[in-house]
């Protein structure tokens, strides 16, 4: 290496799906711990192409002849580029759809631990009787409510939520991290470089179990927030006023306190499932009549914390669990990994095979010599 000249000769294969992949490149040089030179370019391969790369790297006034010299040439793939209409046979295995998948089912898995049906139904109004009576107290209007109730009730509810949020991050999680391994097992094939596989994966499955200690900080945040119970979105009076208007209409349906048939969930008023009339409403007392008002916020606040806890948890988990990992974080974890490997072992090291597969390779090419010996 005292030609001061360095020419590096890169060559990329890509699958038939891709058209071209950009590759961010650095190369550096060191003299016993002394920096010389740190470089970055970027370089687009097409379909079968290679490039080469010649310059002049080193100062000559700079490099010390009798000192070791060590070059280092990285890269990580910066985007790319899939040929015109060419689309997994089975796209719904990508990433993208799967995760797609988990989000949708998030909503009804929420709903089956607290149904609309059960927020407007006669047992969830006779529990929050039991405990109006229980809280009742002498100041106030008549038929006043203690304002402790519906809080006390709401974080009561929201006690059902965090094993439902877990399964779902930990879904997205094992999704993801599977995707990760089947990656990098395709991009460096067990057969052909084992230490180098199995240097990355586990590099891969740390830096995955550190977002999931993330994600899990950050969904105690969340559910932290929510303990505030708040909302300025328009939607929870505009739904507290619909129920309203539905309940003391002439036209109200009336589904009787007896009937035990169950209303869908796609009805088209949720008074159904109250089994009230506007007439069985004016009949009661004052305090019933306050339930009913408490009973219907509950709901409508229910509705607006949902719909916000959604977006919240599935915003968080595509971050965390996917975007950071993905576009960021392994990309830089792996090529710091392989960094510090080699800078404990040659690259020949990590780049050689098992123990087992030398054995096996060494006891083929004496078997092979005996063969050849007898011929």
Not at 10 to 33: D, K
Not at 197 to 215: E, H
Not at 285 to 295: C, G, K, L
Request: net charge neutral.
């Amino acid at each position: 290496m005292t030609g001061r000249a360095y020419r590096a000769k890169i060559a990329l294969s890509l699958p038939e799906s891709v058209a071209a992949v950009t590759i961010s490149f650095t190369i550096s040089a060191e003299q016993v711990g002394s920096g010389l030179v740190h470089e970055e370019f970027e370089h687009t391969f097409e379909k079968e192409s290679s490039i080469w790369r010649s310059e002049r790297l080193i100062n000559v006034e700079s490099l010390d002849d009798s000192k070791p010299l060590t070059v280092r040439l990285s890269g990580f793939v910066s985007s790319v580029k899939l040929k015109s209409g060419s689309v997994p046979s089975d796209s719904s295995n990508m990433l993208c759809a799967v995760l797609q998948k988990l989000d949708s089912k998030l909503g009804p898995e929420l709903d089956s631990v607290c149904s609309n049906q059960f927020l407007l139904s006669k047992q969830f109004r006779l529990s929050l009787q039991r405990q109006v009576e229980s809280m009742q107290g002498c100041a106030g209007l008549p038929g006043a409510i203690s304002q402790e109730v519906p809080l006390h009730l709401v974080k009561q509810l929201m006690g059902r939520l965090p094993p439902v949020f877990d399964q779902h991050c930990a879904a997205v999680y094992e999704t993801v991290l599977a995707a990760v391994q089947e990656a990098i097992a395709q991009a460096v094939p067990e057969s052909r470089f084992p230490r180098l596989g199995n240097l990355f994966t586990r590099k891969a499955r740390d830096l995955m179990a550190g977002q999931k200690a993330v994600m899990h900080r950050t969904l105690e945040n969340i559910l932290r927030w929510e303990c505030t119970i708040h909302t300025s979105n328009h939607y929870y009076m505009s739904t507290v006023q619909s129920v309203r208007a539905d309940l003391f209409a002439e036209s109200s349906p009336i589904l009787e306190t007896g009937d035990e048939t169950c209303p869908s969930e796609a009805a088209k008023s949720y008074v159904k499932f109250m089994g009230l009339s506007a007439a069985a409403v004016k009949a009661m007392s004052n305090q019933e009549q306050e339930v009913v008002d408490m009973q219907i916020k509950v709901f409508a606040y229910w509705k607006t914390m949902k719909k916000r806890l959604l977006d919240y948890v599935q915003l968080a988990a595509r971050a965390e669990l996917a975007a950071e990992p993905i576009n960021s974080l392994l990309c830089i974890g792996l090529r710091e990994a392989l960094e510090t490997e080699a800078a404990k072992k040659s690259m020949a090291a990590i780049l050689s095979p098992t123990d087992d597969v030398a054995r096996q390779r060494r006891e083929c090419v004496v078997a092979i010599l005996l063969v050849l010996a007898w011929t």
